[in-house]
C-alpha cells in the first residue's frame, strides 16, 4: 500500500460535483451491512433442494401409488415440492425482514454510526425509505428469484428422475404447469409484501424509538390489548386481528379449494379484485404510511444510545 | 462572509441548561478551536451547528437554518462528531464508493492518495482496523470533500501522539486552504495552539474567553519571575499564579511588558494555562 507515488497537492482540487443516487446507495449499503437478507433466503433454499434432491428418488413410487389411488390428487403430489420450497423461502425472508426492520434503526444509535450517516447528504427520508424497501421490495424480489431458480433446479432433478418412464414424465408435464406457478407466485410475493407492509413499518419505528428491548417493545403493546379484551370482554377478536395480520392475505388473494370440489387451474385461483377491495389492505397500507412518517420524523432527533 | 452567525443560542435539556444565550461569529477561513471543560456545551453547540439538535435562538450556517434546512447545508459541510462512528460491518471499499455515490462534493482519487499514506487495506472490514486506523479512513473520506466547513469534535480522542501530529500536519497541509473554515474541540489544548487562528472558552452553556490567536499572543504574557522580585510582580495584578519547581509563574492579561521584563523571563502562555486561569477566575467569580 506504501509503494504508491504519493499523489497528494496543497492546492485546491478543482470543483467537483458528480452525480449521486442516494437511494440506490442507501440500499447498497443495508445489503454490505446485513448479509442475512440475502444470505439466509440462500441457506433454507439449499436445505430445501438438498431435501427434495432425496425424496424425488421416490417420486416414482408415489406417482404411481397416487394414480392407483386417485388420479385426480396427482398433482398434489407433483406440485408438492414446489409450493413447499416456495413457502419456506418466503416464511425465511418474512423473518429476515422482521429481524432486520427491528434492528436497524436501532442498531444505528447503538453503534453510533448514525453520526456518520447524518454527516453525509442523505435526508432522513431517503434514509427510512431505503430501509423500508428491504422488506417491502429488495426481499420480496429477491425471493422470488430465489424461489423460481430451487424450482427449476427442482423440476430437473424429477425430470432426470423420471426419463426412465416416459409415462410418469408426461404426467408430470401434464400436471405441473410451471409457467402459471410462476406468474401465481409473482402476485403472491406481491400480495404478500402489501399485507405485510404495516408489519415491517410498525417494526421500523419501535426501531426508530426504543432505547431498548426492541422486540418487546414491538410485541407487547398487542399481546397486552390482545389479553385485556380476552379477560376483560371475553373476546378473543383481537387475536383473531392479529393473525389475520400475519396469514390472511391467502384467503382474499386466492380461491380457497375446498374438498370435493374440481381441481382448480392455478392462474384460475387468483382473486386479485377481492384482494384489492379488502379494507384491511387499504387500512394497513394507511397504517404503514403513518409509521413511516413518524419514522422519518423521528429520525431527526435521534442521538447515539 | 460570516460562516457562522449565532444569536442568543440556548439550549436545555430538562433543568440542565447546555447553552445559555451563546452568540457567536466565525468568519470564513478561520480555524476555531473550542476549549471546555466536560459538559460545558461544547458538543451541544456543534450539535445545533450541525443540525443534529434542535435550540432556541438564531442560528444561521453559510446562511441556511441547520434545522430546517440540514439536508442542503450538508453539501457543503461535514463533520466528524466522535471518534469510531464508522458503521463497523462496512469494508473500507465499500465505504469509498457508498461516499461517492451519495457525496457531490466527494474527490474518489484525493480519499484514494490518502489512503495509500497509510497501511490499511481496501478489503479490510472496519471492523478489522484499530481505532487509529478507523479515525484514518473517516479523516480520509472527510477531508476528500469539498466542503466549505468542517466540524471536527475531539476527532484524535484516544489516539497516540503519532496519530494525533499526523492528523493536524494532515489537515493543515492538505485540506486547509483559507477559504475554508474548521471548527475543532478537544482536551489536548496545547498541541493545537499552532493549528489555530482562533480559540473560544466555553464553561456552563457561556462564552468565557474568545480571541484570534495573533491577539492571544500580544494579549497574554507569562511571567517567570525571580523570586526576589515575586512582590513587585504581584502588583501588576497577574490574572493567574502558579509554581513550577519552586518558582512562581505569574500569567497577565494586557500587562506592559517592558516593564515586567526586568522582573524575569516572559513568554507567551499555553492555551491550557490560560484556559485554568479563566476558568479558576470563572469559578470564583460564581
Known sequence: MTTEPPVDSPEVAPQISSPTRPMYWSIRRELWENRSIYAAPVVTACITLFGFLVSTITLPHRMRAAIAADPGKLHGVVEMPYDMTAGLILVTAFLVGVFYCLDTLYGERRDRSILFWKSLPVSDRTTVLAKAAIPLVVLPLFSYALILITQLIILIMNTIMLLGSPAHLAALYQNLKFFQLSVALLYAVIVIALWHAPVYCWLLLVSGWAKRATFLWAVMPFLAIGVFTKIALGSASFFTFLANRLGGWFNKAFLVHEKGTPHLERLASLTPGTFLSTPALWLGLIFAAICLAVTVRMRRYREPI | ?286
Open chain 2, 1 to 286: 462572509m460570516a460562516c457562522i452567525e449565532a444569536h442568543g443560542l440556548r439550549k436545555a435539556f430538562g433543568d440542565t441548561i447546555a447553552l445559555d444565550g451563546v452568540d457567536l461569529h466565525v468568519e470564513e477561513g478561520r480555524i476555531l478551536g473550542i476549549i471546555g471543560p466536560n459538559g460545558a456545551g461544547k458538543s451541544t453547540a456543534l450539535h445545533a451547528i450541525l443540525g443534529l439538535t434542535p435550540y432556541q435562538g438564531e442560528l444561521k450556517v453559510l446562511g441556511r437554518d441547520p434545522w430546517s434546512q440540514r439536508d442542503d447545508l450538508m453539501r457543503d459541510v461535514s463533520f466528524i462528531a466522535d471518534v469510531a462512528v464508522m458503521p463497523r460491518g462496512m469494508r473500507v471499499s465499500q465505504a469509498l464508493e457508498y461516499v461517492a455515490g451519495v457525496h457531490p462534493r466527494f474527490d474518489r482519487a484525493k480519499a484514494e492518495s490518502l489512503l495509500a499514506k497509510t497501511n490499511i487495506k481496501h478489503t479490510s472490514k472496519v471492523r478489522e482496523l484499530s481505532k487509529g486506523m478507523v479515525t484514518q479512513l473517516h479523516l480520509a473520506l472527510v477531508m476528500a470533500i469539498d466542503a466549505k466547513l468542517l466540524v471536527l469534535d475531539e476527532p484524535t480522542l484516544g489516539l497516540d501522539i503519532l496519530y494525533r501530529k499526523q492528523f493536524y500536519d494532515s489537515l493543515l497541509n492538505d485540506y486547509f486552504d483559507r477559504s475554508r473554515t474548521i471548527i475543532v474541540t478537544t482536551h489536548q489544548v496545547d498541541e493545537i495552539q499552532d493549528v489555530l487562528t482562533d480559540v473560544m472558552f466555553i464553561n456552563q452553556g457561556r462564552i468565557v474567553m474568545e480571541c484570534g490567536m495573533e491577539e492571544f499572543e500580544s494579549r497574554y504574557v507569562e511571567l517567570m519571575v525571580r523570586p526576589e522580585n515575586l512582590a513587585a510582580a504581584r502588583a501588576y495584578k497577574p490574572m493567574h499564579e502558579r509554581h513550577v519547581f519552586g518558582r512562581s509563574i505569574l500569567l497577565f492579561d494586557k500587562a506592559n511588558r517592558d516593564e515586567l521584563v526586568a522582573l524575569g523571563d516572559l513568554r507567551t502562555p499555553g492555551i491550557a494555562d490560560l484556559f485554568v486561569a479563566v476558568m479558576g477566575r470563572n469559578g470564583a467569580d460564581q
